[in-house]
């Protein structure tokens, strides 16, 4: 499992939510963080951590032999789970 401090998630979380500006000027602290992330999203910062932590060592960037396109996304050893492809 990859370790992802929980600064950085805070962070995000606050950038998800619209408040990236006042995270950083320290306008927006934690609490005001949570609730409004719990309230768009239906889930805590704790367990979206432990989401994070399961995703992170899933997400890939590959370029396609076939088509020369560079994908991201989520993938296993063997395959994509789900892709994008980078513009």
Known sequence: ???I???EVEELAAYLV???????????????ISDKFEDE???NL???HTLLESLFP????????LTNSTY?????TE???IKKRVK
Request: glycine residues 14%; negative net charge; hydrophobic residues 40%.
């Open 1 to 3: 499992m990859s370790h």
């Open 5 to 7: 401090e929980y600064i």
């Open 18 to 32: 619209g408040l990236r500006e006042e995270w950083e000027e320290g306008e927006a602290g934690y609490i005001e």
């Open 41 to 43: 999203y239906g889930i």
């Open 46 to 48: 704790d367990n979206f």
């Open 58 to 65: 899933l997400l890939a960037v590959r370029k396609s032999e």
């Open 72 to 76: 991201v996304g989520f993938a296993g």
């Open 79 to 81: 395959h994509w789970i």
